[in-house]
C-alpha cells in the first residue's frame, strides 16, 4: 500500500497547480495521470492577471511570459461588421498588478508547470496510470486503486483525494457524480494554427455574431491564431473536421501559405457544476467540478482559483492549524464565484449562438441602439469576476476581493514585487503604528510604511478605502477582513484555528 498525504487524480492544469502549490509547502503528495504527454489538443487560449499571479507564486511567471502575449480589446461584431460590443483593458490596473489578460498556449504552459513539480521532493508524479475505484472515504482518509498501463493495481491511502480529473471526472462519480446543467449545449469546430505573419489578422480577440457561421477569432500565443466554428445543426463533426472543409472556412481570414493547420478538435460548449463538491476526504476541482463555455476564457482560470484555495487550506488542515471544518468553505466560496461566470459566458454564448436570421437581425438592432450615446468606439471594462460573499472571511470593509499587489515595493533592504518579498501564507497589514496583538507563526505582520515600503501607493489607497487600521490577507492573496487587529484575530480563530 502507498502512503501519501494528498493523492490527486488527473495532471492537467488544475491538478499541475494545486501538486506545484502543494509541492511549495512540502507536503507529500502523490500525482495519478492518465495519459504520458500534455493533453494536444486546441483548449485555453486566455487567463488573467490573478492567473499570472499565482504562475509568479510557483516561480514560473517569467517562463511562461515569453509564450503569452497581453491582450487589452474583446469585441463582438455583426454580419456587417459592426461593433455590438467592445471590452477594452487599457489603462486598467488589475488588483495583482499584472496585465488584466494574457493569451497562450496551454502546453507550453503546462510543460513549464510540471518542469516546475520536479524541483519538488515531496512530489510523486506517475503518468500513464489511472484511478480507477475508490474503496474508502471518510473524516480519516480514503483508500483508492489506481491501474497502470500493463493492467497492474496499486493501492493508495491518502489523507486526501482531489479529482483533478476532467469533465468525465471518475472520481465525481465515485462520490455522488450530479451535475447541474445550465441546458447550453452548441457543437464547435476549434483551429489552432500557426501563422507566418500576422498581416490582416486581428490584434485582439472578436467574436463574429453572424448567423450564418458563428466564429471566434482570436490570437494566442506570438505567431500562434486559434479560429473557432460553430457547427449547423445538420453538420457532422467528423466531416467538419476534414482538412479540406478547415481551409475552406479559413479562406476569408488568411492566404493559404500564411497558416499552417497545427491542431483541430469539435468540442461541445456547455455550462455544468457538480453540486457536491465534498464528500469527507474527497473533493473535486476544476473541470471536475465544473464546466462552461469558453466565452469569457475563463474555465481554465477558475480550475486554477480551486487549486489555490484548496492548497492552503489541505495545507492547514496537514499541518495542524486548522480544522478540517476549513474545507467546508472550499465549496462555499467557489461555487458562487464559478456559477457568476459560466452565467456570464453563457449570457455571452447567447449573444454569439444565434443561428436564425430574424432572430440576429433583432439582436443587432438592440445591440446597436444601446451603443450609440457612448459613440462607435467606446467600450467597458470585461465584466469584472465577483469577490467572495461567503466562508473563510470577516465580514467588513472589502473582505473577499483580491488584495492588490504592489509590483514596486521594499521590504528588508529588497526591492520587488509586493508577493515575492513577503512569502507565502497570512499577511496581517497594519499602518499608523495599530498594534498587532499575538498571532500564530503562520500569519506574518507587517507595518506599511515602516516594514514595507510600497512605491505605488496602491496598499495605501485600499486601506484608505476600508477605513480600516489592518487587513488580513489570506495566502490565496484574497482578503480575509479588514478592521483592528483584535477584531481581525477574534474571527481568525473562529474561522481557522478552531475550524472543527
Ligand atoms: C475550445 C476550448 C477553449 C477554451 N478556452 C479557455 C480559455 O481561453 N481560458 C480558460 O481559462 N479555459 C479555457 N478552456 C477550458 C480549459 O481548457 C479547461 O477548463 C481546463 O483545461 C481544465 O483543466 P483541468 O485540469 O481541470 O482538466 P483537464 O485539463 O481535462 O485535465 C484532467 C486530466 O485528468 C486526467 N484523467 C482523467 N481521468 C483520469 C483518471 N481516472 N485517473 C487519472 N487521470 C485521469 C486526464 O488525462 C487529464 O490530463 C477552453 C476549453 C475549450 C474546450
Not at 24 to 33: F, K, N, Y
Not at 134 to 143: L, M, Q, R, Y
Not at 457 to 466: I, M, V
Request: aromatic letters at 8%.
Amino acid at each position: 500500500m502507498i502512503e501519501t498525504d494528498v493523492l490527486i487524480a488527473g495532471f492537467g492544469p488544475t491538478g499541475a497547480t494545486l501538486a506545484a502549490l502543494l509541492g511549495q509547502a512540502g507536503v507529500e503528495t502523490l500525482v495519478i495521470e492518465r495519459d504520458r504527454e500534455v493533453y494536444r489538443q486546441p483548449r485555453a487560449a486566455h487567463f488573467d492577471h490573478e492567473i499570472m499571479r499565482v504562475w509568479q507564486k510557483l516561480g514560473v511567471a517569467e517562463k511562461v511570459l515569453p509564450s503569452t502575449r497581453a491582450m487589452h480589446e474583446y469585441e463582438f461584431r455583426n454580419a456587417a461588421g459592426d461593433i455590438l460590443l467592445r471590452f477594452d483593458q487599457r489603462g486598467i490596473s488589475a488588483p495583482s498588478g499584472w496585465a488584466p489578460s494574457y493569451m497562450f498556449h496551454q502546453p507550453a504552459l503546462e510543460e513549464a508547470l510540471r518542469r516546475r513539480i520536479t524541483d519538488f521532493a515531496c512530489v510523486d508524479v506517475r503518468l500513464g496510470v489511472a484511478l480507477t475505484s475508490i474503496e474508502k472515504n471518510d473524516a480519516s482518509g480514503v483508500e483508492a486503486t489506481f491501474t497502470d498501463h500493463d493492467g497492474r493495481k496499486h493501492r493508495v491511502r491518502a489523507r486526501f483525494l482531489i479529482g483533478a480529473d476532467g469533465g468525465g471526472s471518475v472520481v465525481r462519480r465515485q462520490i455522488d457524480g450530479e451535475l447541474f446543467d445550465y441546458g447550453f449545449d452548441e457543437p464547435w469546430l476549434v483551429i489552432d494554427t500557426v501563422v507566418k505573419d500576422e498581416d490582416g489578422l486581428p490584434p485582439f480577440g472578436v467574436q463574429v455574431c453572424d448567423p450564418k457561421r458563428p466564429t471566434t477569432v482570436m490570437p494566442m500565443s506570438p505567431l500562434r491564431r486559434r479560429w473557432e466554428f460553430m457547427l449547423k445543426p445538420d453538420e457532422d463533426a467528423q466531416v467538419m473536421l476534414d482538412d479540406a472543409r478547415i481551409a475552406a472556412l479559413l479562406k476569408p481570414w488568411v492566404r493559404e501559405s500564411q497558416a499552417e493547420l497545427v491542431r483541430k478538435a469539435v468540442y461541445r460548449f456547455h455550462g455544468l457544476v457538480a453540486k457536491t463538491w465534498r464528500r469527507d476526504s474527497v473533493l473535486l476541482a476544476g473541470d471536475a467540478a465544473h464546466q462552461m463555455p469558453p466565452f469569457m476564457g475563463q474555465g481554465m482560470c477558475s480550475g486554477i482559483r480551486d487549486a489555490d484555495n484548496l492548497a492552503w487550506k489541505l495545507t492547514a488542515v496537514l499541518r495542524g492549524e486548522a480544522g478540517q471544518a476549513l474545507l467546508d468553505t472550499y465549496q462555499e466560496e467557489r461555487e458562487p464565484h464559478v456559477r457568476t461566470i459560466i452565467e456570464t459566458a453563457i449570457h455571452m454564448g447567447r449573444v454569439v449562438c444565434v443561428q436564425d436570421e430574424a432572430a440576429a437581425a433583432q439582436r443587432d438592432a438592440g445591440m446597436i441602439a444601446a451603443r450609440p450615446a457612448k459613440g462607435e468606439r467606446s467600450s467597458d471594462p470585461l465584466p469584472g469576476l465577483p469577490a467572495l460573499a461567503a466562508g473563510c472571511i470577516m465580514k467588513s470593509a472589502r473582505a473577499g476581493e483580491l488584495f492588490p499587489q504592489a509590483m514596486t515595493a521594499e521590504h528588508a533592504g529588497r526591492r520587488g514585487r509586493l508577493d515575492d518579498l513577503l512569502g507565502e501564507g497570512f499577511w496581517l497589514v497594519t499602518r499608523n503604528g495599530a498594534q498587532p496583538g499575538a498571532w500564530p507563526a503562520a500569519v506574518r505582520h507587517v507595518e506599511l510604511g515602516r516594514d514595507v515600503v510600497d512605491e505605488t501607493g496602491r496598499l495605501d489607497q485600499w486601506l484608505d478605502a476600508t477605513g480600516a487600521p489592518a487587513v488580513l490577507v489570506r495566502p490565496d492573496r484574497y482578503v480575509f477582513g479588514s478592521g483592528s487587529p483584535a477584531d481581525l484575530h477574534r474571527a481568525f480563530v473562529a474561522k481557522v484555528k478552531s475550524a472543527t
